[in-house]
């Protein structure tokens, strides 16, 4: 059985080097040039630990390669091949929707290639909106009638992408044959024999597990965000109180951290495209909640702008503020939907000269927000500043020494997005400590 990925982004290169790591022949395929050049060279375009070693052993090996084109792809696999599709669903400008374009067109153009050859199965692992597998199934019957189709959600963390595709918490499978579900066992039999939870299931459900997951977690996120604000209100301590509720099992402390909130390219749109496919639907009712959870997420930005001008005496006009993270969370180089990057535009908006610092995501802050200043440390970000904002919580700024960061400010105030650092090391070292939802 050989593989095929189409979409190399960041969940098809991971998906890509794992299965070659699993001890199959594998090819990815992307239409973007010079992404397949560099990957062809051993080089990763995002930062993840763990996957640009994996990927240069299997391409040393001779289990993975990369191509642009389908027919070469389609030759190469032959029949009985599995074909992963694993392109992007960003959110449709304008509407809370998924945009379909990739999805569809990468369905269309491998189903094309793979028109004449024996029976394969062609796996969908984007998240999509539930309903989309069956339109797909029923495209492909009209294309390549000894294709079928099967879906397998993803369930990576960006920062533990390698461990979580290699030693899932669970396997998911949407099918609609015996056959396709004998190949996909065959597929995963080394995870299955490392009893590897696997549910079997059909498209509508595999298709509304991710989204599912991505909605509870968003919705945990921002119960304890809500809880913030009331304990500013009330004067209470939300760390206190998130440590109280996480010795509840029922509850449990896992994604129960109040900070700035939830960022990325997964939990925003997802969420959003979920109530949007909920009313096509009809019962978009069931799902309401779920715009608030989205507001109480980007409340969350805006106080955090409020706490910075506040620390600047009522006004950020002029001040210099170092701003800790770029990324929207540690261990990764992603900035989309990036909290960070959202408050400290927002403050550069105000008037203030915003000096970014993140250990891997500084470059790709530059590219997409070109109107900041960046520095090469924490400590360089932090050189005369007024306040500094902590919005990453980068293990490096953990690490740092309050006392040797306060003999480089111009005013010893920090806020913590993330409350994460130790307020009482800061406050001992004569700072200022601030963070959403403490006194």
Not at 59 to 79: H, K, N, P, V
Not at 319 to 343: C, Q, T, Y
Request: contains cysteine.
């Amino acid at each position: 059985m050989r593989i095929t990925v189409i979409g190399t982004g960041y969940l098809g290169v991971t998906h890509a080097a794992c299965m070659a790591e699993l001890g199959f022949e594998v090819m990815g395929l992307d239409v973007d040039v010079e992404k397949v050049a560099a990957l062809a060279d051993g080089r990763v375009p995002f930062y993840e630990p763990g996957l640009q070693e994996l990927m240069r052993e299997q391409i040393a090996a001779g289990r993975l390669s990369f191509t642009t084109d389908y027919a070469e792809l389609a030759a190469w696999a032959g029949d009985g091949a599995v074909h992963f599709v694993s392109v992007g669903t960003p959110q449709k400008k304008g509407e809370y929707a998924a945009d379909m374009t990739y999805v569809d067109a990468a369905f269309e153009s491998i189903a094309r290639a793979i028109a004449h050859q024996g029976r394969s199965l062609v796996v969908g692992k984007s998240t999509v909106p539930v309903g989309t597998a069956a339109r797909i199934a029923d495209r492909l019957a009209e294309l390549a009638p000894n294709a079928e189709v099967a879906w397998n959600p993803e369930f990576l963390r960006e920062g533990y992408a390698v461990q979580d595709t290699l030693h899932p918490d669970r396997l998911v499978i949407g099918v609609r044959s015996e056959q396709a579900e004998a190949d996909l066992r065959h597929l995963y039999a080394r995870l299955l024999a490392e009893k590897v939870p696997l549910v079997v299931t059909d498209f509508p459900t595999a298709e509304l597990v991710k989204v599912s997951a991505n909605s509870f977690l968003a919705v945990k996120i921002s119960f304890i965000n809500a809880m913030a604000e009331v304990c500013e209100a009330a004067g209470a301590d939300v760390m206190q109180l998130s440590q109280a509720l996480s010795y509840d099992p029922r509850i449990g402390g896992r994604f129960l951290v109040p900070g700035l909130g939830f960022g990325g390219g997964c939990l925003p749109k997802d969420i959003r495209a979920f109530m949007a496919r909920a009313g096509e639907l009809g019962v978009d009712q069931a799902l309401a909640f779920l715009k608030e959870v989205d507001a109480i997420n980007m409340r969350r930005r805006a106080r955090t702008v409020d706490l910075a001008r506040e620390q600047c005496d009522g006004s950020l006009l002029g001040k210099r503020v170092a701003v800790w993270g770029a990324a929207f969370k540690p261990e990764s180089d992603d900035i989309r939907d990036s909290p960070a990057l959202n408050v400290a535009a927002s403050i550069h908006l105000q008037g203030a000269q915003v000096t970014v610092y993140d250990p891997k995501a500084t470059d790709n802050a530059r590219k997409m927000f070109p109107t900041l200043s960046y520095a090469d440390s924490a400590l360089e970000a932090a050189d005369q500043a007024d306040v500094i904002l902590h919005l990453t919580e980068w293990k490096e700024f953990r690490e740092l020494d309050p006392a040797a960061v306060g003999g480089l400010v111009r005013s010893t105030r920090i806020i913590d997005g993330r409350n994460a650092l130790d307020a009482a090391a800061w406050r001992a070292a004569g700072w200022t400590y601030r963070a959403l939802g403490r006194p």
